[in-house]
C-alpha cells in the first residue's frame, strides 16, 4: 500500500511542476504584454493624432490649424477638452486658414466595403454646402481594385462640389448622397462609381450619407458659435 502511495506521489509531482511552471511563464508574458502596451500607447496614440490630421489637412487644403470638437446630441457644439463628453456627442474638426477664418468641416465616416470597413474622412464646405474631398483614414480593400478610391481622377472629381444640403427644416439632407452605377450620375448629390470597384464605391457614399445626416444638422445652424471660435 505504502509502495502505491509512494509512486503515485512519484508520478503526480513532475505534473505539478509542469504546472507551475506554465503559470511562472504565463504571468511574465502577461508582464510583458501589458508593459510592451503601456510603453507604446502614447507612441500609438501619438501616430494616430498624426495621421488624422494629416486626413484633416487633405481634405481641406486651405486649412492652416484645424481645433477638435463634438456636436452635441440636442445641437450646437463645444470644443474637445472643456469637459466630460456627452453620450451621442459626435467628433468633428473645424479648420481655419492663415487669417484664422472658418475653412471648411472635415468629420469622418465608415461602410462596410469588400473586405472590411472603410473608413473615410470628408471635408465638408458651408459656402457651397457640399463635401469638397475625401481621404481614406483606413480599409483593407484588394489592392489594385478598392484602393482606386485613392487614385481614379474621375472618382475623386465627385467630391469637388458633392451636394450636401439639408433640408428646410435644417433636420436631414435635402438628398440622400448616394453611389450610382458607373457613368449613370445625373444629380449633383450623387458619386459616379469605379467601374469594378462598385462595392467599396458604395462604402464610400454610405460613410459620407450615413455621417453628413447626424452631423451636419446639429452644426450649421450653429456655424456661428463656431466661427466664433476662429
Not at 456627442?89 to 469588400?114: M, N, P, R, S, T
Request: net charge neutral.
Amino acid at each position: 500500500m505504502n509502495a502505491d502511495l509512494h509512486q503515485l506521489a512519484a508520478q503526480s509531482t513532475p505534473t505539478a511542476a509542469m504546472i507551475k511552471t506554465l503559470g511562472l511563464v504565463s504571468a511574465i508574458c502577461g508582464l510583458i504584454i501589458v508593459g510592451a502596451y503601456q510603453l507604446t500607447f502614447d507612441a500609438v496614440a501619438d501616430n494616430k493624432r498624426i495621421a488624422t490630421e494629416r486626413a484633416v489637412f487633405k481634405v481641406l487644403p486651405a486649412a492652416k490649424s484645424i481645433a477638435e470638437f463634438v456636436a452635441l446630441p440636442a445641437g450646437g457644439m463645444e470644443k474637445i477638452g472643456t469637459g466630460e463628453t456627452p453620450a451621442g456627442a459626435v467628433k468633428f474638426f473645424a479648420a481655419y486658414d492663415g487669417d484664422g477664418k472658418l475653412a471648411g468641416i472635415a468629420a469622418e465616416g465608415g461602410a462596410k466595403g469588400y473586405a472590411d470597413t472603410v473608413r473615410i474622412m470628408f471635408g465638408y464646405q458651408p459656402e457651397c454646402q457640399c463635401v469638397v474631398g475625401i481621404g481614406v483614414v483606413s480599409m483593407r480593400e484588394t489592392p489594385g481594385i478598392g484602393d482606386k478610391i485613392l487614385t481614379d481622377k474621375d472618382f475623386l472629381a465627385n467630391f469637388t462640389e458633392l451636394d450636401a444640403k439639408l433640408n428646410a427644416e435644417l433636420k436631414a439632407l435635402a438628398n440622400e448622397v448616394k453611389t450610382v452605377k458607373h457613368g449613370s450620375k445625373t444629380n449633383p448629390w450623387q458619386i459616379d462609381a469605379i467601374s469594378g470597384a462598385t462595392i467599396t464605391s458604395r462604402a464610400v457614399g454610405k460613410a459620407i450619407n450615413d455621417s453628413a445626416q447626424v452631423l451636419l444638422p446639429k452644426i450649421v445652424p450653429a456655424l456661428e458659435q463656431l466661427k466664433a471660435k476662429s
